[in-house]
């Protein structure tokens, strides 16, 4: 089946620190893979995604490399700003259950000024 | 480009009543998908619908239903609410029958007492 295992957090960094989210995925053909962002009381929103292997997504200082010999699409950011505090999700949506995404358990990162 | 509405953005209910939630998509999107989201249990995909057909469905009971209607508009009701329904309902919607990328409304909070 199509499944998505997720580092647990929370996770708190300083400002400036180095962030690595981990993400395994399981899944049958070749998914498209995703990380969203939820901030407090909002819904979820797209950070960057990739749709074959060895594609690279990136925006706003992030990215994640499709990998898929070793099924991974780690989430990572040089230098972290207070603003980034939320909670990521990699996410992947295989190519057999139409538009129907698959979550991880999500992260909760806290900035520390 | 107005983004995806879901209203009501929150409710509160008593255990036995029933519940409908709204979900308007982004104009020319044609898929629609719900999802619960809970502490324990994280986001879970409820069903898709797309040209107002169901497409896919989710393992939740026969108390939570969903409709599409021709402006792509959807609803989704659960009937005989339990304690355990509490949870922010979440609505995406996407352009294609293999869109890659889902844009996600703020949910409806749901509180069952």
């Known amino acids: 089946g199509n499944s998505v295992t997720q580092m647990e957090g929370p996770v708190t960094l300083s400002e400036e620190a180095f962030l690595t989210i981990n993400c395994t995925y399981t899944?049958?053909?070749?998914?498209?893979l995703f990380w969203y962002v939820q901030y407090p009381g909002e819904g979820l929103q797209l950070l960057l995604k990739?749709?074959?292997?060895?594609d690279k997504g990136s925006n706003k200082g992030f990215e994640a490399t499709y990998r898929k010999e070793t099924t991974s699409f780690h989430l990572e950011k040089g230098s972290v700003q207070v603003s980034d505090s939320a909670v990521y999700f990699c996410?992947?949506?295989?190519?057999?259950?139409?538009?129907?995404?698959?979550f991880g358990t999500g992260t909760s990162l806290t900035v520390i000024p | 480009k107005a983004g995806v509405t879901q209203t009501p953005r929150y409710l509160i209910k008593t255990r036995g009543q029933q519940v409908t939630l709204s979900c308007s998509p982004i104009?020319?999107?044609?898929?629609v998908s719900w999802y619960q989201q809970t502490p324990g249990q994280g986001l879970q995909f409820l069903f898709e619908?797309?040209?107002?057909?169901?497409?896919n469905k989710g393992n939740f009971p026969g108390r939570f239903s969903g409709r599409q209607f021709s402006n792509s508009r959807s609803e989704m009701n659960v009937s005989t609410l339990e304690l355990g329904d509490s949870a922010l309902y979440l609505c995406?919607?996407?352009?294609?029958?293999?869109?890659?990328?889902?844009?996600f409304g703020q949910g409806t909070r749901l509180t069952v007492v």
């Open positions: 995406a919607s996407t352009t294609t029958m293999d869109g890659t990328e889902a844009f």
């Open positions: 899944a049958t053909g070749y998914p498209s």
């Open positions: 996410a992947l949506q295989a190519t057999n259950t139409g538009n129907q995404f698959y």
């Open positions: 104009s020319g999107h044609r898929s």
């Open positions: 619908y797309f040209s107002e057909t169901q497409r």
């Open positions: 990739a749709t074959k292997a060895d």
